[in-house]
């Protein structure tokens, strides 16, 4: 009597099930007991560090503040006018038991802004990472602009952005080198804003901004990068955000079909400010929810 031969393309139940075959590239296979999953990678570590965050009393910079200090960072919250919201931001950050300073002061003021540098080191013993966040907007038509407006989103976008790099800059050069300065920009860095030519001015010289002085600022260890949000849930968008058809209008223009959160920018920001973030100089990261690349069947 002859055995039935195995039928080779059915699976033999009697053996265990294949595993499904490894991926000779990786250096792990989850699959293969002789080669588990990798290590878990240590998260964003920021502890200790010394952050100062513009802008920080509400939106993008409020979120960034407390996202530095979630991971470990000390953090002078800066605002300008909100001192009640400042105040409360620095009350999360002590409650997650971190040190932290709110201090007011107007980014296009040479004296505050060395005033507030000056406070930050007092109270905090140093300074590793800068986030300039503060910005606004006035929006008008190009032949409508006032002078006023214009040096006034010019005065805080650009020029305090650069007074603040450079305070933070020779602040971690004396400290022997090394820190991280993170610019909050804009999609508009590169995208043109009809109806807000300062704003996009503004960020545009962001841009060169940070591609030049973080050349210069290399050989001292310090990096200098751009964060381009598109849109994010903040109050620089207060008008947007309150008019439904508004809001509907602008999710249909963004490519995974909604306005960012804050929170989505923090995460990105503290990864660069951390040590994982230290080959990133001189360029723009954009997070933007494909906002840049939207295009449409023509
Ligand atoms: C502006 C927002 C705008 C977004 C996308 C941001 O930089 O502050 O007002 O909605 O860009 O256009």
């Given at each position: 009597m002859s055995l039935?031969?195995?039928?080779a393309s059915q699976p033999d139940a009697s053996q265990p099930a294949a595993r499904p075959p490894a991926d000779p590239t990786l250096p792990w296979d989850p699959a293969d007991p002789d080669r588990p999953a990798p290590p878990e990678q240590p998260p964003v570590d920021l502890a200790d560090r010394v952050a100062l965050v513009?802008?920080?009393?509400?939106?993008?910079?409020?979120?960034i503040a407390l996202e530095l200090a979630r991971h470990g960072a000390h953090v002078c919250v800066n605002y300008h006018a909100e001192t009640d919201e400042a105040d409360d931001v620095v009350a999360e950050i002590r409650a997650l038991g971190r040190k932290a300073l709110a201090f007011g002061a107007d980014v296009s003021r040479p004296d505050q802004v060395a005033a507030m540098f000056a406070a930050t080191v007092t109270t905090l013993g140093r300074l590793d990472i800068l986030v300039n966040n503060a910005g606004v907007e006035k929006r008008a038509a190009f032949t409508e602009i006032s002078e006023a407006d214009w040096d006034l989103v010019?005065?805080?976008?650009?020029?305090?952005?650069?007074?603040?790099?450079?305070g933070a800059a020779r602040r971690m050069i004396s400290q022997g080198g090394g820190g991280r300065i993170i610019n909050v920009s804009s999609v508009h860095e590169e995208l043109p804003f009809p109806g807000l030519a300062p704003y996009a001015a503004s960020k545009g010289g962001l841009r060169m901004l940070c591609r030049t002085a973080a050349l210069e600022l290399a050989p001292h260890g310090i990096t200098m990068v751009n964060v381009g949000p598109g849109a994010i849930a903040t109050p620089i968008n207060r008008q947007t955000l309150a008019d439904p058809a508004r809001i509907e209008a602008l999710d249909r223009?963004?490519?995974?079909?909604?306005?960012?959160?804050?929170?989505?920018?923090?995460?990105l920001v503290a990864w660069l400010a951390s040590d994982k973030g230290s080959y990133v100089t001189a360029t723009t990261f954009f997070i933007d929810g494909g906002l840049m690349h939207q295009a449409t069947n023509l």
């Open positions: 039935p031969l195995p039928d513009t802008g920080a009393s509400s939106g993008i910079g409020r979120a010019l005065g805080i976008n650009l020029k305090g952005a650069f007074l603040c790099a450079q223009q963004v490519p995974v079909g909604r306005v960012g959160d804050p929170d989505e920018v923090a995460r």
